[in-house]
């Protein structure tokens, strides 16, 4: 199962409010989930428009969970620990995969 950090729509007409939400990438926008992590309302002033549980998002980034854009952004104001540490582990992921690339070069396995 391909799971998927992602803001869920909530409210009403003309006064949406948003919940962060751990999911299956196949279901939809508003579609069920399996753990409700935050939320964040755009009508209220910035320094108490968002809520993020930082230590359920990295357990769910270490599960393997992918994050979306706009949780990337919302991260970065609410917990920029768990997105540094989420960028580091993108950065050694490709770093090891870019040494498998080069090793297989020299050795000319295909």
Same mark, same amino acid.
């Given at each position: 199962m391909a799971l998927t950090i992602r803001l869920r729509k909530q409210g009403r007409n003309n006064h949406q409010t948003f919940r962060l939400v751990v999911t299956d990438r196949r279901n939809p926008r508003d579609g069920k989930y399996l753990e409700m992590l935050g939320w964040y309302d755009p009508a209220l002033p910035n320094? #108490?428009?968002?809520?993020i #549980?930082?230590? !359920?998002?990295?357990?769910?980034v270490k599960q393997g969970a992918q994050?979306?854009?706009?949780? #990337?952004?919302?991260?970065?104001r609410a917990a920029p620990n768990v997105l540094k540490e989420w960028k580091e582990?993108?950065?050694? #992921? !490709?770093?090891?995969?870019?040494a498998r690339r080069r090793g297989r070069k020299k050795t000319g396995a295909v």
């Amino acid at each position: 199962m391909a799971l998927t950090i992602r803001l869920r729509k909530q409210g009403r007409n003309n006064h949406q409010t948003f919940r962060l939400v751990v999911t299956d990438r196949r279901n939809p926008r508003d579609g069920k989930y399996l753990e409700m992590l935050g939320w964040y309302d755009p009508a209220l002033p910035n320094d #108490k428009n968002l809520s993020i #549980k930082g230590e !359920r998002v990295d357990f769910w980034v270490k599960q393997g969970a992918q994050l979306s854009e706009n949780v #990337k952004t919302l991260l970065n104001r609410a917990a920029p620990n768990v997105l540094k540490e989420w960028k580091e582990k993108v950065g050694m #992921k !490709r770093a090891k995969a870019a040494a498998r690339r080069r090793g297989r070069k020299k050795t000319g396995a295909v």
